[in-house]
C-alpha cells in the first residue's frame, strides 16, 4: 500500500480555494489528488503519470469524489505544453511529489528493487529506449562511477563500477538480485552491515535511466512561471540533488537582482517572483509509522 508522504502538510500549504486550477504533477495512486478534488467544488484539477496501472487505479478513486480534474498521460517535463493544449495558461497551486511511489518499488517486474528479483529496468514510462540493463551492460566504466558518485553519492563508487565491468566481459548482467550481489562482493564487510549496499546504486541508477533531475529542473522552471499571483507551489523531494535543484530555484527566485538592489524603481523582470514560506519535515509520527518518509523535505513558496 502506497502511503502519501507529507500529505496533510502539503495539502494545506497550498492553500486551496474551491474554484482554483491545481495541478499535481506526481498522480501516482491519488493521495495528493484525492485531497485537493475534495477540495475544489468549483475548479480543476490537472494530474500527470505516465504509469498506464497507476491512472487506472487512480481514476476509479477520483470518480468517487468528483468529475473537476483531467488525468494527462504525459511527463510533468510537459506541464506547460499540455496546459495550455487545454487552454490553461495560469493556474492557483502545484504539487510534486518526487518519491517513488512505493507500488511501483514493490511490482518486482517493474526491476526497481534490489530485493526481488526481475529484469533489469527501472523505466517509469515503458516506452523509455533506455532501461537499467541498458546502463549497466553498456556505459563505460568512467560513466558508471560518476553517476553512482553523483546520484547515488556512493563512496565505493570506483570498486563497484570496476567489478560490473569485469563481469559484464564474459556474460551480460540481467536481473535485479544479480546486479545487487556484484555491488555487495564489491565493498568492504563492514560497510554491508549498515545498510544494503545496492540501496544507493539502484537510485543512481533509476535517476539515470529517467533523466530525473534534468526534467525535474525544467519542470519546475514551468510550474513557478504558470502560477497565478498568490499561487503556491510545493515540492516534496526525497534525494539532496533534487532538494538543492528545489532550494536553489527558489532561493534565485526569491531574491532582487544584486544589480537592482536598494533602487527606488526596479524593473519589473528583475523583482523577486516568490516569497519562500517554509520548509517541513516530517513529524516523529510519520516517520515511525511510514519509514519511506526518512528523507522527505516539503518545500513551499508563493508567487509574488
Same mark, same amino acid.
Given at each position: 500500500?502506497?502511503?502519501? &508522504?507529507?500529505?496533510?502538510?502539503?495539502?494545506?500549504?497550498?492553500?486551496?480555494?474551491?474554484?482554483?486550477?491545481?495541478?499535481?504533477?506526481?498522480?501516482?495512486?491519488?493521495?495528493?489528488?484525492?485531497?485537493?478534488?475534495?477540495? *475544489?467544488?468549483?475548479?480543476?484539477?490537472?494530474?500527470?503519470?505516465? =504509469?498506464?496501472?497507476?491512472?487506472?487505479?487512480?481514476?476509479?478513486?477520483?470518480?468517487?469524489?468528483?468529475?473537476?480534474?483531467?488525468?494527462?498521460?504525459?511527463?510533468?517535463?510537459?506541464?506547460?505544453?499540455?496546459?495550455?493544449?487545454?487552454?490553461?495558461?495560469?493556474? =492557483?497551486?502545484?504539487?510534486?511529489?518526487?518519491?517513488?511511489?512505493? &507500488?511501483?518499488?514493490?511490482?518486482?517486474?517493474?526491476?526497481?528493487?534490489?530485493?526481488?528479483?526481475?529484469?533489469?529496468?527501472?523505466?517509469?514510462?515503458?516506452? @523509455?529506449?533506455?532501461?537499467?540493463?541498458?546502463? !549497466?551492460? @553498456?556505459?563505460?566504466?568512467?560513466?558508471?562511477?560518476?553517476?553512482?558518485?553523483?546520484?547515488?553519492?556512493?563512496?565505493?563508487?570506483?570498486?563497484?563500477?570496476?567489478?560490473?565491468?569485469?563481469?559484464?566481459?564474459?556474460?551480460?548482467?540481467?536481473?535485479?538480485?544479480?546486479?545487487?550481489?556484484? !555491488?555487495?562482493?564489491?565493498?568492504?564487510?563492514?560497510?554491508?552491515?549498515?545498510?544494503?549496499?545496492?540501496?544507493?546504486?539502484?537510485?543512481? !541508477?533509476?535517476?539515470?535511466?529517467?533523466?530525473?533531475?534534468?526534467?525535474?529542473?525544467?519542470?519546475?522552471?514551468?510550474?513557478?512561471?504558470?502560477?497565478?499571483?498568490?499561487?503556491?507551489?510545493?515540492?516534496?523531494?526525497?534525494?539532496?540533488?533534487?532538494?538543492? *535543484?528545489?532550494?536553489?530555484?527558489?532561493?534565485?527566485?526569491?531574491?532582487? @537582482?544584486?544589480?537592482?538592489?536598494?533602487?527606488?524603481?526596479?524593473?519589473?523582470?528583475?523583482?523577486?517572483?516568490?516569497?519562500?514560506?517554509?520548509? !517541513?519535515?516530517?513529524?516523529?509520527?510519520?516517520?515511525?509509522?511510514? @519509514?519511506?518518509?526518512?528523507?522527505?523535505?516539503?518545500?513551499?513558496?508563493?508567487?509574488?
Amino acid at each position: 500500500m502506497h502511503v502519501s &508522504v507529507l500529505l496533510n502538510e502539503s495539502i494545506e500549504n497550498l492553500n486551496i480555494k474551491e474554484d482554483g486550477i491545481y495541478v499535481d504533477c506526481t498522480l501516482g495512486f491519488a493521495g495528493h489528488s484525492k485531497e485537493i478534488l475534495k477540495r *475544489i467544488k468549483k475548479g480543476k484539477l490537472f494530474a500527470f503519470d505516465q =504509469d498506464g496501472e497507476a491512472i487506472s487505479y487512480s481514476k476509479k478513486i477520483l470518480d468517487q469524489i468528483s468529475g473537476n480534474y483531467e488525468i494527462i498521460k504525459s511527463n510533468f517535463v510537459n506541464i506547460k505544453s499540455e496546459l495550455n493544449k487545454r487552454g490553461i495558461e495560469k493556474v =492557483d497551486g502545484i504539487l510534486f511529489d518526487l518519491g517513488v511511489s512505493s &507500488v511501483q518499488l514493490d511490482v518486482a517486474e517493474r526491476g526497481f528493487s534490489y530485493h526481488k528479483d526481475a529484469k533489469l529496468d527501472m523505466r517509469m514510462d515503458t516506452s @523509455n529506449p533506455i532501461s537499467a540493463y541498458d546502463v !549497466i551492460n @553498456n556505459y563505460s566504466e568512467e560513466e558508471l562511477i560518476r553517476i553512482f558518485f553523483e546520484y547515488g553519492e556512493e563512496k565505493y563508487s570506483k570498486m563497484i563500477a570496476r567489478k560490473i565491468v569485469n563481469i559484464r566481459k564474459n556474460k551480460k548482467i540481467e536481473t535485479t538480485l544479480e546486479l545487487a550481489e556484484i !555491488i555487495k562482493s564489491s565493498v568492504p564487510e563492514k560497510y554491508r552491515r549498515n545498510s544494503h549496499p545496492a540501496r544507493k546504486v539502484f537510485q543512481a !541508477i533509476r535517476i539515470e535511466v529517467n533523466k530525473e533531475l534534468e526534467v525535474f529542473e525544467k519542470a519546475l522552471n514551468d510550474a513557478i512561471d504558470l502560477l497565478n499571483t498568490n499561487g503556491r507551489i510545493c515540492v516534496i523531494t526525497f534525494h539532496s540533488l533534487e532538494d538543492r *535543484i528545489c532550494k536553489l530555484k527558489f532561493k534565485k527566485e526569491s531574491e532582487i @537582482n544584486r544589480f537592482y538592489k536598494g533602487l527606488p524603481n526596479i524593473p519589473d523582470e528583475y523583482k523577486p517572483k516568490l516569497k519562500l514560506i517554509k520548509k !517541513i519535515k516530517p513529524s516523529k509520527e510519520e516517520l515511525e509509522n511510514n @519509514n519511506r518518509s526518512r528523507s522527505a523535505i516539503l518545500r513551499v513558496a508563493e508567487k509574488l
